[in-house]
């Protein structure tokens, strides 16, 4: 049939149009796939170990799909889930953003776990896993690595169990055990013999005796007529199973009780002390004791006794008193006072009671001796002893030299009170001087003088404003010299020498050991009798002529300063020296001859009866003047250079100053 050409015509728009459409098609799925390449993105994921990714399961949650190990995402964001049997899963966020395009995933093992109980339940219990001790109790939970391990169950009284156990990772493995008590032996004995053993309260025999125990601690009781029993604690455990013990039965105590006449004695029981007041006394019976009590002032009492078993006895001890023979003796005859109780006079011979006495022997004038003696009856006790005067212990008492508390170093001097010496001068010696009124003295005292003059450093203690130099301090008046004898004094706790109207001296105290001025019979007695056989004109002897540094006299250096000096002398100081500069004199002083001429403590007088003995005039005031001794700096005349030689003065020199003494008693 011959086809119409309306017909041809309809097909061929029919054929057009349909692929019209399959193009749009084709363009759809190209520009769809073009999309997917464009906007998925894939990321390998590999997983590890081997027996995890073997068995690994992925869930991606979010826009994409998983392909063997490769993850394809639509969207900027998801998250990977990763399981494994036996291994701990993870999760991993991937991102379009991220640059890798391979990621690793390590999964750990899954923990294996063991569970375990015992019987008995006890907290005694311990568990050992492979050698080590895991926990204690009646249960076990822990957790292991994958594999075999060695698990031991103990406690002290049952058999101890063990066990392998095999677990695989992500496994839990449960045990139960069940322990068996430890079957023990005691092997009991004592001495003696044949005693009742008691075990748990309950009669099992006597010793000897041997039997079989489960584990455990057990209470013993071990006991025999007439013998103290024991009472003992044994543990049977599987470590030690067998028990072996040998008990010495000791007999039974015994009761003592005393009497003990005069009371608070010592009380010994076989040599050791035993307290009087544990009474009554529990002792061991069956043998000899040896008892002895003793007090101070008499005599020990010893007894021995054997006591019985159980029983209780008294024992009466009364000690008689003990006496010691004691003779006493003085020089000079004394006073006795034995414990503040009046006995008579030396000599004496007494009987005392053996305990400690305080004896007091005394004598007006004298130092009393007290002594503590011990009567004893096997020997005499002699005492024998030589009073002091208070004088001779004073002195005795007193070191050669001493130090005060300004650093100045006293030297201490003990004429002969019964011997007198002559001071000033004879009309006949060369150079003597009116005032120079001759006399007798006797000094009836030991003295401390300073070995040294006082220094401007000591004075300034004293006086503030006074330059603390370590020379001779000079300017000072009588007055001034005397009140720094008084500070001294208070210084150091002594009575004052000096009596004082505000500032003013207005006499002196002559029983007083205070600081005070050396005076003028000390003085010449120092520079001419002490430490000499004969008296000396001058200090450094009799020879007129001054010898090579003797002292700081008016020398060749000084000759423009002074009036008078000493041709071809030279001592090397033109004024003042520091102390010590010169070798001591005989008598042990510094700066005795020279330097600067001293103060002493005399008031001037020109009468003999006025100048009175070893502390001159009784009236001080000093209203014509103090006398001076010695020469000074200034001195270049062998008149002035002579130990008889005294000044008057009223005030203050520039070559004057002092030194300081006082009496011992």
Sequence with gaps: MKLSEEHFRRRKRTFWKKMMVAGVAIATIGATVLTLVFWVKAVVVEIRPEAAALKAQRTLQGPGWIQQDKVYLLASRAVLQITAPGFIGDNITLQRGMPERHITVTLQEAPAMIRATVKPADERIK????????????????????????????????????????????????????????????NL??????????????????????????????????????????????????????????????????????????????????????????????????????????????LTKTIKRTLKPARKENIHLQLEPEYGKVIIETTPPSDIKINNETKG??????????????????????????????????????????LLTNEQAQLAESPAVARNSIGLELVLFKPDKTASFQIGAHRSETGQRANEILRTIKLDKAFYISRTEITARHYSEFASGTPASGLAVSNITWNEAALFCNWLSEKENLPHFYLTNGNNITGYNPQSIGYRLPSEAEWEWLARHANRRTPTRFIWGNEATVPAGVGNLADESAKTNVATYIPGYNDGHSKVAPPRSFKRDRAGLYDLLGNVSEWVHDAYAVDAEIMGGPLGPSNNTGRSGHVVKGSSWRSGRLTELRSAYRQRAVGPADDRGFRVARYIY
Excluded: C
Excluded at 136 to 160: A, D, I, K, M, R
Excluded at 372 to 386: A, F, G, K, L, Y
């Design 127 to 186: 568990w050992h896993l492979n050698g080590e001790l895991t926990d204690t109790g009646p249960q076990l939970q822990t957790t292991v690595e994958p594999g075999t391990h060695h698990l031991e169950v103990s406690h002290p009284y049952y058999q101890p169990q063990q066990s392998f156990v095999d677990v695989e990772r992500g496994t839990e493995k449960v045990l139960s055990f069940e322990l068996n008590p430890v079957q023990g032996q005691l």
């Design 345 to 386: 006079r030396t000599p004496q011979t007494m009987t005392l009671q053996a305990i400690p006495h305080n004896i007091h022997l005394s004598r007006p004038g004298y130092r009393p001796i007290q002594k503590t003696i011990h009567p004893d009856s096997q020997r005499v006790i002699q005492i024998d002893e030589t």
């Design 189 to 298: 004995h004592s001495s003696p013999p044949g005693a009742s053993v008691l075990l748990d309260g309950n009669v099992i025999g006597q010793t000897p005796v041997t039997m079989m125990q489960q584990g455990g601690i057990h209470n013993l009781r071990i006991e025999l007529p007439d013998f103290e029993p024991i009472n003992d604690a044994v543990e049977i455990t599987h470590g030690q199973p067998t028990i072996n013990r040998n008990y010495r039965l000791n007999p039974q105590q015994a009761s003592l009780d005393f009497t003990l006449i005069p009371p608070d004695g010592q009380l010994l029981i076989n040599g050791k002390i035993q307290p009087i007041t544990d009474m009554p006394i529990k002792l061991e019976s069956g043998r000899e004791l040896r008892i002895s009590y003793s007090k101070a002032g008499y």
